[in-house]
């Protein structure tokens, strides 16, 4: 069986999805597949997809409902045992990260590696959970970004595709289903993947991105776990500003001196 489908998703994004395609076309791996949905893109895409096309296993251009409904059509077209999302501008390190990933593939539903991206002009990795073991409330605060992880396809099957009714969080709803939820098996390999493009919607509309989230939470999971949560996610909160705070810390660090101050006289 075919190891991996890799999906690109595009719309009007002509200079990111020549990167993103370069980047896979040279992959020294034949062990995946390349498809490619476009959604009606009008700023000379296709004709980029064109070019590349004796090269590209399967593409579509026509309009969609949106970032969700483009992936689950990869989805329904996918023949690899696992998907990869590498939306248009993010692109492949190097042309034999594939075959680094795919080596000696682990039984596991979810295999990630890890992003670069660049912050404050600097070129930073970012190994998410870096092999630990993911709980629920790791997914209730966080979550794996899609284009360093494989997603074994009959997950879909099991939990069904893509909410396209969220516009920004379905992969992260996705998660956390299958992995806090289920426990689904997921196994890391420290590999540098992918390069992230940091203009997508979901980080640049962080109002949308809250509201799908609570929406979500609210849905997802018992009452009784969601509060706990939240009070939990909000100590945090508190005590990482805290940490950034140099008044703040010579606060606490006089109160916790007067306690025991005044704890010798008890």
Request: charged fraction near 25%; include cysteine.
């Amino acid at each position: 069986m075919l190891k991996l489908s890799i999906i690109t998703i595009n719309y009007n994004n002509g200079e990111g999805l020549k990167k993103t395609i370069e980047s896979v076309v040279n992959q020294t791996s034949q062990d995946f597949e390349y498809l490619v949905i476009d959604g009606g893109s009008t700023d000379g895409s296709v004709e980029i997809i064109k070019r590349y096309s004796d090269k590209i296993d399967y593409w579509i251009s026509e309009p969609d409902n949106g970032i969700y409904h483009a992936m689950n059509k990869g989805i329904l077209k996918a023949k690899g045992q696992y998907c990869q999302f590498l939306n248009s501008g993010d692109y492949l390190i190097a042309p034999d990260v594939t075959a680094k990933m795919l080596d000696n593939l682990p039984d596991c539903s979810i295999l990630y590696g890890n992003k670069i991206r660049e912050v404050n002009g600097k070129t930073q990795v970012e190994r998410s959970f870096a092999g630990r073991q993911v709980t629920l409330f790791d997914m209730y605060i966080s979550t794996f970004f899609h284009a360093p992880a494989y997603i074994k396809k009959s997950l879909f099957d099991t939990y069904g595709l893509y909410d396209e009714s969220l516009k920004i969080v379905s992969d992260w709803k996705f998660y956390l289903i299958t992995i806090g939820l289920n426990n689904e098996k997921v196994v890391y390999k420290d590999i540098d993947l992918v390069w992230f493009d940091p203009n997508g919607i979901s980080s640049t509309n962080k109002a949308l991105d809250k509201q799908e989230r609570k929406s979500v939470l609210e849905q997802v999971l018992p009452p009784n776990i969601r509060l706990d949560y939240e009070e939990f996610a909000r100590d945090g909160q508190i005590m990482r500003r805290l940490k950034k705070s140099k008044w703040a810390w010579f606060m606490v660090l006089n109160l916790y001196r007067l306690f025991f101050r005044v704890d010798k006289y008890l």
